[in-house]
């Protein structure tokens, strides 16, 4: 019985490149929540999706930012011409129904921007 | 605007006293709290919840207690044991609204010692 798999776990990037992170919910689940955590931060909600819907993106930054959760798949978190600033974990985690009640988390994937 | 907060940034603890961490938050439209705890390298892991409606939730070693008109709460590890060493994170949820995101404090390192 997998958890949440985030891949990559570690990803680097240069300034300018474009960086996609993927995560695969637990069997079952089909709500996903991407959280990002910076360094020194407490966890931030980025966005709230279902299958095939992005239900609440408030978290997201305006541009570069976007994320999907196909109908066959995992989830893609993707960001564009990334920047120093977006150098941080990225948590994915899932739960059975809507209510991020007791969700579970990936281990995350820590992107290094340089 | 931190509409939760975890004032403490690390808390050390001798084995087998008792270990209490504590949370405020500010909107009142919060109904449902969480603790998870992380260690380092890996995903928040779920441990222990309260609805709004009750005060105190027991599981085991933890405890965790709400205080609404105060709006804080607190968990309580009792006996501690250095396994327990790790970053606790305070999380809130308005589970009546439609997206159930987690407001994420921003963790107390918790240090047990032999």
């Known amino acids: 019985n997998a958890g949440v798999m985030q891949n990559p776990r570690h990803l680097v990037r240069r300034r300018g490149q474009e960086a996609r992170l993927r995560c695969s919910p637990m069997?079952?689940?089909?709500?996903v929540y991407w959280y990002r955590q910076l360094p020194e931060e407490g966890l931030k909600f980025m966005v709230y999706?279902?299958?095939?819907?992005?239900?609440?993106e408030s978290g997201m930054p305006k541009e570069r930012f976007s994320a999907e959760f196909p109908k066959e798949g995992p989830s893609i978190l993707r960001i564009q011409q990334v920047v120093r600033g977006d150098s941080a974990a990225y948590f994915c985690?899932?739960?059975?129904?809507?209510?991020?009640?007791?969700?579970?988390f990936g281990q995350g994937t820590r992107l290094t921007v340089v | 605007d931190q509409q939760v907060k975890q004032n403490s940034p690390s808390l050390s603890v001798q084995e087998g006293r008792i270990s209490i961490l504590n949370c405020d938050y500010t909107?009142?439209?919060?109904?449902?709290f969480l603790w998870y705890k992380k260690y380092p390298a890996e995903g928040p892991t779920f441990l222990i919840s309260?609805?709004?409606?009750?005060d105190k939730n027991e599981d085991g070693r933890f405890t965790v207690f709400l205080n609404k008109s105060a709006k804080h709460l607190s968990l309580h590890i009792v006996p501690s044991q250095p396994g327990d060493s790790a970053v606790y994170f305070c999380?809130?949820?308005?589970?009546?609204?439609?997206?159930?995101?987690?407001?994420f404090g921003t963790g107390t390192l918790l240090a047990v010692q032999p």
């Open positions: 985690a899932s739960s059975p129904q809507a209510g991020a009640n007791e969700a579970f």
């Open positions: 069997k079952g689940h089909s709500h």
């Open positions: 999706l279902q299958k095939e819907n992005i239900i609440d």
């Open positions: 909107n009142s439209m919060f109904d449902y």
């Open positions: 309260i609805s709004s409606i009750k």
């Open positions: 999380a809130a949820s308005d589970y009546g609204g439609a997206t159930n995101k987690l407001i």
